[in-house]
């Protein structure tokens, strides 16, 4: 007995070492991510169902498809749909909202600490970096789409672990995680070019041009396999959505611009406490914090370059490019963003409190004052980060969640597929603007006015300007192209081009209206073509 106390007592004194300080703090960070992911219960975004359909088709051997045997990618993220297809089969389990939820709890964990250990050698300590950790781990930016069954919290794992491998000199990691980045959101590529750039240049300065080619066969030889798949299959390796949403959303001049800026100067939702004057003062704080740790993390390291500019340059691209900003692409750069304003602050802090201790001989550690500082600043973002959180929704489950994870339009979707399903028949096809919920539902044969899994839908686009209230609006010349069976639009998308149409209205009648106002629509309308207009189905035609 006396043996077995002698053994254990160290044991004992290691864990309670291991539960003190940054690893207890970084401990419980981690599991305060995957609570507030789990906490919110379900609240599903309608692009989601369009991964869930593609893995369900998967799973009951259908194939990679959207509408059986019609091959169109019409999803963004193939590696998130395939993960969700082999954990269903894994699992026994065909609930992917479920399956996407648990998955992302835990990405959502792995980018939490992947932060953290970026932030350990980004700053130098472990506070700032457990302070970024802590702010990411509750953000509604990243919290609202891992609930919402999005590839964010998986996307921003990725890029965080391809930068964790670049700045700890494993050029093997980054290139694995770089290629299963692209494979999960094109868009990663902004970060992922200027990785590369500065491993290639690494490379020519050393004169290690073999190595810059084999890191550069590992990512390829990943990446070959879903090149070959996706243009046998589908035509194309990329996804038919960019190539339609550039052209049939309509958008001012400048609108992603003026979007991301305000995007970048309320990371943590000061405009719903400050006026527009103390909003753009403390934006022009954060740009000054964003210099002083963009100065301390370049001292420190050379190599953390890129993840300095990439918040910027992301900034940059989709300010020119100007497409809509659909609100979870707003979501990967936050997390740079955030480290590079939070090491500022405690660059500041620290660097203030060195020049105090010469200048008086206080005993005061510089240490210390830094860490007082930090921590009224973490408590100020958190407050304003809670703030945007609601305790009770007034719509899904009643339970705490980010006020952005408002899922209103998609709970009307689904008593739209009720509708439809009550009357359908087998065979019918329906037609919608937002596919997700729709389709994911009923099952229908779907026509889609976008363009994601229906080509030529796009033909129809740009569509008369006068046509449009909001950015999107229909054209009657499309929908009679199409001749669905049944057509589910928000009032406000058909108000000026289909429902003034003359030929729809001979063709459609109204079966039901769900009353809605969102985005000052009359209304979500459901149509049933007429009997009179309706072609016989195959299966209907007498031999």
């Not at 290691?14 to 609240?43: E, F, K, N, Y």
């Not at 457990?130 to 930016?141: K, S």
């Not at 309706?534 to 031999?543: G, I, V």
Request: hydrophobic share 50%; with cysteine.
């Amino acid at each position: 007995m006396v043996e077995r106390h002698c053994i254990a007592q160290p044991a004992i004194g290691q864990l309670r070492s291991a539960l003190r300080g940054p690893r207890a703090a970084i401990l419980l960070i981690l599991l305060l991510a995957v609570s507030a992911r789990l906490l919110p219960g379900l609240r599903t975004v309608d692009d989601a169902y369009i991964t869930f359909r593609y893995a369900r088709n998967i799973v009951e051997g259908r194939g990679f498809v959207y509408n059986p045997g019609e091959h169109m990618l019409g999803t963004t993220t193939p590696l998130y749909t395939l993960l969700l297809a082999g954990l269903a089969l894994v699992t026994g389990s065909r609930d992917f909202p479920v399956l996407a939820l648990a998955f992302n709890a835990l990405a959502s964990a792995a980018s939490v600490g992947l932060l953290y250990a970026l932030g350990r050698r980004f700053a130098d300590h472990w506070a700032p970096a457990a302070a970024t950790a802590l702010l990411w781990a509750v953000a509604p930016y990243s919290v609202t789409f891992a609930i919402g069954g999005m590839e964010t919290d998986l996307t921003v794992a990725l890029l965080l672990a391809c930068c964790y491998a670049h700045v700890t000199d494993r050029p093997c990691a980054m290139a694995v995680c770089s290629a299963l980045a692209l494979l999960v959101r094109p868009d990663t590529a902004i970060l992922l070019g200027l990785l590369w750039l500065d491993l290639a240049l690494t490379c020519l300065s050393k004169r290690q041009l073999i190595a810059l080619f084999r890191e550069g066969l590992i990512m390829l030889a990943l990446l070959i396999p879903w090149l070959i798949f996706g243009t046998l299959y589908f035509g194309s390796p990329l996804t038919a959505s960019i190539a339609a949403k550039s052209v049939t959303y309509r958008l001012l001049p400048m609108e992603g611009a003026v979007r991301l800026l305000q995007h970048y100067a309320t990371p943590f939702f000061e405009h719903k406490f400050l006026p527009p004057v103390g909003v753009f003062s403390v934006f022009a704080l954060y740009c000054g914090l964003c210099a002083l740790g963009s100065l301390r993390a370049c001292r420190r390291d050379r190599r953390s370059w890129p993840l300095i500019a990439y918040p910027f340059v992301y900034f940059a691209v989709f300010a020119m490019a100007n497409p809509l900003l659909f609100r979870w692409y707003l979501s990967p750069p936050l997390p740079f963003y955030f480290l590079l304003i939070l090491t500022g602050i405690w660059t500041l802090a620290y660097d203030l409190g060195c020049s105090f201790s010469k200048l008086r001989a206080e005993t005061l550690k510089p240490e210390t004052s830094a860490l007082a500082v930090l921590s009224l600043f973490i408590i100020a973002a958190l407050a304003l980060t809670i703030n945007a959180w609601d305790l009770h929704p007034d719509h899904g489950p009643d339970r705490p969640a980010p006020e952005m994870a408002w899922f209103r339009l998609e709970l009307l979707y689904a008593r739209a597929a009720e509708i439809v399903l009550s009357h359908a028949g087998p065979g019918d096809t329906l037609c919608a603007g937002d596919i997700g919920v729709l389709g994911y539902h009923t099952r229908m044969p779907i026509l889609d006015t976008v363009g994601l899994v229906t080509p030529e839908s796009t033909r129809h686009y740009p569509a008369d300007p006068d046509i449009y209230i909001t950015n999107y609006a229909i054209p009657a010349d499309l929908v009679l192209a199409l001749e669905p069976d049944y057509i589910v639009i928000l009032e406000v998308y058909g108000r000026r081009g289909l429902l003034p149409d003359l030929r729809f209205q001979a063709r459609y009648r109204l079966l039901e209206k769900i009353e809605a106002d969102i985005y000052g629509s009359d209304g979500m309308l459901i149509f049933e073509r007429c009997a009179s207009s309706r072609n016989p189905h195959p299966a209907d035609k007498q031999p």
